[in-house]
């Protein structure tokens, strides 16, 4: 177990473009740097980065996005395939990424991904700090609104924390995952972590009805709560905050309950804060107004009926593509996700039903993959339903003669 023997220098705090070109030249011929994003996901409406966290072999940065604005300086190591960069949970800062700057992020290793190919129960970074180098990680800030301004220094030192020792997490696991031979599978998830893109996020006019309780409420009860719903959508936006921050579920549930309702009456609503009344409450009469005229909502929408849905065939290789997973985890004393990940068995039990030709189910496949596990794969694939057998008709014998 490692530690340091005294506390690390404060981080550089970078808050103009001046800055992030000068960090571009320091970091000029780094091979590896730790990254980490903060964003304010929790309380907007508009996720944005607030902050990235670098870290080098010595020091530590924390840039300001909503200061600095321009981040182009940043894209030549993050594109850079010698440069390494190291996450933990990569997935959601590299969308975050992407989407915000667009920057290509190339060279990844993901600590996360790492230990949970390795086996390790806990996949958490406090978890793994503490285990490897005897440093407690305070969780007290995990949900912070980092795009408040200005930050305080406990909040710049948690952030700086994500990154501070990632590098050197990053060279123990490396260690284990070579001596356990699971470097190339490891290698290969990375990779398909840098080919993440992000999808902009619609708003679902249906997603009322997974509401806790709204299935259970009358017809016409429903379309109030339907309007109430569209109302706080439409509210969160133009405030700009995550729509729970503007209505709790449980209260759209209990307005929904309560309509027809009157104004004063509103205000003595279970969950109706005085600030709630004062600032939403003749709106919030208007839309359970809505509802009551509106069409009752009978029942929820169907199910898409198209090929969403998967046949019994498809199903069934399915499930023999996760036993076989399985078995070969337990031989190799790894996870099941070394062998193939959720994906892949979903891509592979499908790739029949696309094509008969048994040369192409293997597509989504590395080649590395495809030399380890492609007969076995293709025979499990070619295996085929057996057929339903034909229920056999009873000869009727003629009723005896009178």
Same mark, same amino acid.
């Given at each position: 177990m490692?530690?340091?023997?005294?506390?690390?220098p404060?981080?550089?705090?970078?808050?103009?473009?001046?800055?992030?070109?000068?960090?571009?030249?320091? &970091?000029?011929?780094e091979? /590896?740097l730790?990254? $980490?994003? !903060?964003s304010?996901?929790f +309380?907007?409406?508009r @996720?944005?980065?607030?902050?990235?966290q670098?870290s080098?072999e010595?020091?530590?940065?924390i840039?300001?996005p909503l200061?600095a604005?321009d &981040?182009?300086?940043?894209? /030549?190591?993050?594109? $850079?395939? !010698?440069?390494?960069?190291? +996450?933990?949970?990569s @997935?959601?800062?590299?969308l975050?990424l992407k989407?915000?700057?667009?920057f290509?992020i190339?060279?990844?290793?993901d600590?996360?991904?790492?230990?949970?190919i390795?086996?390790?129960?806990?996949?958490g970074?406090?978890?793994?700090?503490?285990k490897?180098?005897?440093?407690?990680?305070?969780?007290k800030?995990?949900?912070?609104?980092?795009?408040?301004?200005?930050?305080?220094?406990?909040?710049?030192?948690?952030?700086?924390?994500d990154?501070?020792?990632l590098?050197?997490?990053?060279?123990?696991?490396?260690?284990?995952?070579?001596?356990r031979?699971?470097l190339k599978?490891?290698r290969?998830?990375?990779?398909?972590?840098?080919?993440?893109e992000?999808?902009?996020?619609?708003?679902d006019?249906?997603?009322?009805?997974?509401?806790?309780?709204a299935?259970?409420l009358?017809?016409?009860?429903?379309?109030?709560?339907?309007?109430?719903?569209?109302?706080?959508?439409?509210?969160s936006?133009e405030?700009?905050l995550?729509?729970?921050?503007?209505?709790?579920?449980?209260?759209?549930?209990?307005l929904?309950s309560?309509?027809?309702?009157?104004?004063?009456?509103l205000?003595?609503?279970?969950g109706?804060?005085?600030?709630?009344y004062?600032h939403?409450?003749?709106?919030l009469?208007?839309?359970m107004?809505?509802?009551?005229?509106?069409q009752p909502?009978e029942?929820?929408?169907?199910r898409p009926?198209?090929g969403?849905r998967?046949?019994g065939?498809?199903?069934?290789?399915?499930?023999?593509?996760?036993?076989?997973?399985?078995?070969?985890a337990?031989?190799?004393?790894?996870?099941?996700?070394?062998i193939l990940?959720?994906?892949?068995v979903?891509?592979?039990?499908?790739?029949?039903?696309?094509?008969?030709?048994p040369?192409?189910?293997?597509?989504?496949?590395?080649?590395?993959?495809?030399?380890?596990?492609?007969?076995?794969?293709?025979?499990?694939l070619?295996?085929?339903?057996?057929?339903?057998?034909?229920?056999?008709?009873?000869?009727?014998?003629?009723?005896?003669?009178?």
């Amino acid at each position: 177990m490692e530690q340091e023997e005294q506390g690390p220098p404060p981080p550089r705090i970078l808050t103009t473009i001046s800055h992030l070109e000068w960090l571009s030249e320091r &970091l000029h011929g780094e091979r /590896r740097l730790a990254v $980490d994003v !903060e964003s304010d996901g929790f +309380f907007a409406y508009r @996720e944005k980065v607030c902050l990235i966290q670098i870290s080098s072999e010595k020091e530590d940065f924390i840039v300001d996005p909503l200061a600095a604005k321009d &981040l182009s300086p940043l894209s /030549r190591f993050m594109s $850079d395939r !010698e440069v390494e960069k190291v +996450f933990h949970a990569s @997935e959601y800062d590299i969308l975050c990424l992407k989407r915000d700057f667009g920057f290509r992020i190339h060279g990844v290793f993901d600590t996360m991904v790492a230990a949970r190919i390795l086996g390790e129960p806990k996949l958490g970074l406090a978890h793994l700090i503490g285990k490897h180098f005897g440093v407690h990680l305070s969780k007290k800030l995990q949900r912070a609104n980092w795009g408040k301004r200005p930050l305080s220094p406990e909040h710049l030192e948690y952030a700086r924390m994500d990154t501070h020792y990632l590098l050197r997490l990053r060279d123990i696991l490396e260690r284990e995952l070579e001596g356990r031979k699971l470097l190339k599978e490891a290698r290969e998830a990375f990779g398909r972590l840098e080919l993440l893109e992000h999808q902009a996020k619609e708003f679902d006019p249906q997603c009322y009805w997974r509401l806790p309780g709204a299935k259970e409420l009358p017809p016409r009860t429903r379309a109030v709560l339907k309007e109430l719903y569209f109302y706080r959508e439409r509210k969160s936006a133009e405030l700009n905050l995550a729509p729970f921050r503007v209505l709790s579920e449980p209260l759209l549930i209990k307005l929904a309950s309560l309509a027809p309702i009157s104004y004063e009456d509103l205000g003595k609503a279970r969950g109706m804060t005085p600030y709630l009344y004062e600032h939403y409450g003749k709106e919030l009469i208007e839309a359970m107004e809505r509802g009551l005229c509106a069409q009752p909502e009978e029942e929820p929408p169907a199910r898409p009926s198209n090929g969403d849905r998967w046949d019994g065939d498809t199903t069934r290789r399915y499930e023999s593509l996760r036993q076989w997973r399985k078995e070969q985890a337990d031989k190799r004393g790894v996870n099941p996700v070394v062998i193939l990940d959720t994906d892949e068995v979903k891509s592979l039990a499908e790739a029949p039903s696309r094509s008969t030709d048994p040369a192409t189910w293997l597509r989504s496949l590395s080649e590395y993959k495809k030399e380890l596990y492609g007969t076995e794969l293709t025979a499990i694939l070619s295996v085929q339903a057996p057929p339903r057998a034909k229920r056999r008709r009873r000869k009727r014998k003629p009723a005896p003669a009178a």
